[in-house]
Nanobody, 123 residues
Framework: QVQLVESGGGSVQAGGSLRLSCAAS??????MGWFRQTPTKAREGVAA???????SHEDSVKGRFTISRDNAKRTLYLQMNSLKPEDTAMYYC???????????????????WGQGTQVTVSS
């Protein structure tokens, strides 16, 4: 069984930065990703990393967000810079069981989910 616990969310002004962390237990050698959701918008993929360290970022965050993983610490990160009010959302960490050789941003690609951490960006 995989358990995921996110941290690092908070409130920040536009242009600021936050770093989200996701501490994982159990099998986490496959793909992992960050997703976000608001009360009025469905959950969407933000960034993903595959088993070999390859990454993918959703277009609206490219150049601002960076996903990374530390396998020794079993931790996934999302560095978020130049934050915008439209980045306000609940952010979720996700993990896929099994080998994964390209980063995936689809909801159905993941088997395990964390409880989320809130990010609020004010203008």
């Amino acid at each position: 069984q995989v358990q995921l616990v996110e941290s690092g969310g908070g409130s920040v002004q536009a242009g600021g930065s936050l770093r989200l962390s996701c501490a994982a237990s159990g099998y986490t050698d496959g793909c992992m990703g960050w997703f976000r959701q608001t009360p009025t918008k469905a959950r969407e993929g933000v960034a993903a990393v595959d088993s070999g360290g390859g990454t993918s970022h959703e277009d609206s965050v490219k150049g601002r967000f960076t996903i990374s993983r530390d396998n020794a610490k079993r931790t996934l990160y999302l560095q978020m810079n130049s934050l915008k009010p439209e980045d306000t959302a609940m952010y979720y960490c996700a993990a896929r069981y099994g080998g994964c050789w390209y980063p995936r941003l689809g909801l159905d690609d993941y088997h395990y989910w964390g409880q989320g951490t809130q990010v609020t960006v004010s203008s």
